[in-house]
């Protein structure tokens, strides 16, 4: 894979400044760019300002440097983007795949035990529908995307196109068939994205924009090819793989690597109380990264230098991760039918 067809990317939320686990997936993106000899950005993804503490990004991108993990374009800020946002709901709303929400979460919890959907802890709170037909006199709250009419879209269209004929070896599209797709890392993955999320917020109640909607436009515009993060966000990837469909837009490739976990097997995070990493010395620089080597499974080595380590790790990555038949990004997998 050239330069030219690689572009990864970085997209830190500025809640915290980098711990454990967020080095981990910058170091990994990173490598990856870097053994495709390709682009490697980073975009701060701020989107939910109450979140964000005054500075935080600057204190991220000071952590990146002081590592040696810069970015070959100067950082992108989501809070400077809200424009292509709303065009991309704008868009979803003219084709039929965006809808006015009425719903709290009072509301969902109430209409979810109804239905006798119990919620489990870290799960996902499947939307029941209560909009999805109207708003019954109420003021509509959030936006979100019809996901069971959309998939029903992609299924047709995928039949219109007689997909079966021209691949025999695929099973017959049915309707409500999860998703396939492949990661690099994790293998092949399904998910039904109709019954594990339903359908998923676009813009909030607040005004605020959701991260799903807000990723995909940003990873289009950037030209990101391959996104590498970590394991917690597997899950996001079917919602987004949806959502890219429907606007029209390639799917870059997907690699999902393995958490840092604490003691108790909960992920290290901010929310958490995860500590910042440290980088006021050449030891500790080296050292941290050493560490977020090892998580990634790859030998620590004994360079003295962060170049040299990095160099070394860029090659073991490349024999680990690059197959011979590399090439650029692949497109959107029709709804219901298998990754290659």
């Not at 940003?218 to 959502?243: C, F, H």
Request: aromatic share 6%; proline share 8%.
């Amino acid at each position: 894979m050239t330069s030219s067809a690689y572009t990864g990317r970085f997209a830190p939320s500025p809640t915290g400044p980098l711990h454990a686990g967020s080095l981990v997936a910058a170091l990994a993106s990173w490598l990856d760019a870097r053994a495709h000899g390709g682009t490697w950005l980073v975009r701060i993804e701020d989107i939910d300002p109450p979140r964000c503490p005054p500075g935080m990004d600057q204190e991220i991108l000071r952590q990146l440097h002081a590592l040696e993990l810069v970015p070959d374009a100067p950082p992108q800020w989501q809070s400077a983007r809200h424009g292509l946002y709303a065009q991309a709901l704008a868009q979803l709303q003219a084709a039929g795949w965006a809808y006015p929400c009425a719903c709290t979460r009072r509301d969902m919890d109430a209409a979810l035990a109804a239905q006798g959907h119990v919620h489990e802890r870290h799960g996902e709170r499947p939307y029941p529908g209560t909009c999805r037909d109207g708003l019954q006199g109420k003021a509509g709250r959030s936006w979100r995307f019809h996901t069971q009419r959309y998939q029903h879209h992609a299924l047709a269209e995928a039949a219109d196109d007689d997909l079966e004929a021209a691949r025999p070896d695929l099973p017959l599209l049915q309707r409500d068939q999860p998703l396939h797709w492949q990661d690099r890392w994790l293998g092949p993955m399904q998910q039904d994205v109709a019954a594990h999320v339903g359908d998923f917020v676009l813009q909030r109640a607040d005004g605020l924009w959701a991260y799903q909607l807000a990723v995909v436009v940003d990873d289009a515009e950037q030209g990101i090819s391959d996104v590498v993060r970590g394991a917690d966000l597997a899950d996001n990837t079917p919602r987004q793989l949806l959502l890219q469909q429907a606007l029209g837009l390639t799917a870059p490739r997907y690699m999902h690597t393995p958490l840092v976990l604490q003691a108790n097997g909960e992920k290290l995070s901010k929310a958490l109380g995860a500590p910042a990493v440290m980088v006021d010395s050449a030891e500790q620089r080296l050292d941290v990264l050493r560490q977020s080597a090892q998580y990634l499974g790859l030998e620590a080595g004994n360079a003295s230098t962060i170049p040299d380590a990095l160099a070394g790790w860029t090659a073991q990555w490349a024999r680990r991760h690059l197959h011979p038949t590399d090439t650029a990004p692949q497109p959107a997998f029709a709804a219901g039918s298998p990754a290659p």
